[in-house]
């Protein structure tokens, strides 16, 4: 079965920094796109950034050029490097991965998820 299970969440200061990761097992190779996503107290979840297989991101506006998404194919994990965090970007954090082409940080298009990280920022 395909598992995708995020670490790395947790309480921060504004300004600070935090790593994400997302282990993906029950793959030979990681899928074709995967991408973080949030999603805040009473909002709707959001697409944060993704990176395809060849390495292409994209990123919300929101977070572009503070958040960097990253793999590492031989560990099968999914990285996303917070700095000059904001109280706005807290929210649950959610890594999630899918198989079809075209690579975007769109919550319909994704098929698997993780369970999800906290990450708050005060």
């Known amino acids: 079965d395909v598992q995708l299970v995020e670490s790395g969440g947790g309480s921060v200061q504004a300004g600070g920094s935090l790593r994400l990761s997302c282990a993906a097992s029950g793959y030979t190779y990681l899928p074709r796109c995967m991408g973080w996503f949030r999603q805040a107290a009473g909002k709707e979840r959001e697409g944060v950034a993704s990176i395809n297989r060849d390495g292409y991101t994209t990123y919300a506006d929101s977070v572009r050029g503070r958040f960097t998404i990253s793999k590492d194919n031989a560990k099968n994990t999914l990285y996303l490097e917070m700095n000059s965090l904001k109280s706005e970007d807290t929210a649950m954090y959610y890594c999630?991965?899918?198989?079809?082409w075209g690579c975007g940080p769109v919550v319909a298009d994704f098929e698997y998820w993780g369970q999800g990280t906290q990450v708050t920022v005060s």
């Open positions: 999630a991965a899918h198989g079809s």
